[in-house]
């Protein structure tokens, strides 16, 4: 499942048909579904039995066990000229049902440099935010793309290496 996933999304899509009453349903994949109100029940019905197999395996906030996206790294591609800094964006929803601290630092890929500080913030319930991390690349051009990663902190605790990028380093136009 590579898809952001949240147990609630299911749920406001079913509350949209109950209120929109359509007659059919063009879903993202497969074929139209005519709706009426006993398939908008079997729906529900549907929403309900697998928000509890999901709840059965994984620990309490659901969300954060089953959002693969709760954290990601964006621009996830990216090239720079030799010693150049990149800017990374660390975007973080919390999942929580608390105020979360959350942190994030860069683990550089092969030839980059990082401060190696973490950047905070707090985030209610529900909340997104950012965390700007930079990166410094290597001194001479390496075409391939390197692996780097931003461990992700919650109240201190590590995540380990949860979101990641690829970068690369090439020739600028004076090369």
């Known amino acids: 499942m590579r898809n952001s996933f949240q147990l609630d999304m299911h749920r406001r899509c079913a509350n949209v048909m109950r209120a929109m009453k359509p007659d059919l349903v063009c879903p993202g994949h497969g074929e139209l579904i005519g709706m009426d109100q006993s398939r908008i029940t079997?729906?529900?019905?549907?929403?309900?039995?697998?928000?509890?197999?999901?709840?059965?395996i994984v620990d309490e906030p659901a969300d954060h066990f089953i959002d693969l996206f709760w954290t990601r790294m964006l621009s996830y591609l990216s090239a720079a000229r030799p010693n150049?800094?990149?800017?990374?964006?660390?975007?973080?929803?919390?999942?929580?049902e608390r105020n979360a601290v959350y942190s994030a630092r860069l683990l550089p890929a092969f030839g980059w440099v990082s401060d190696g500080e973490a950047e905070s913030i707090m985030l209610q319930p529900g909340e997104r935010g950012e965390i700007m991390l930079w990166a410094t690349a290597p001194s001479?051009?390496?075409?391939r793309r390197r692996l780097i990663n931003a461990e992700v902190l919650i109240d201190g605790?590590?995540?380990?290496?949860?979101?990641?990028?690829?970068?690369?380093?090439?020739?600028?136009p004076d090369s």
Not at 166 to 171: A, G, K
């Open 42 to 56: 079997e729906y529900t019905d549907y929403i309900d039995r697998k928000e509890a197999a999901f709840r059965d």
């Open 84 to 96: 150049s800094k990149v800017t990374y964006t660390v975007n973080i929803r919390n999942n929580f």
């Open 140 to 143: 001479q051009v390496d075409p």
């Open 157 to 172: 605790v590590s995540q380990g290496p949860f979101c990641e990028a690829l970068v690369s380093t090439l020739p600028g």
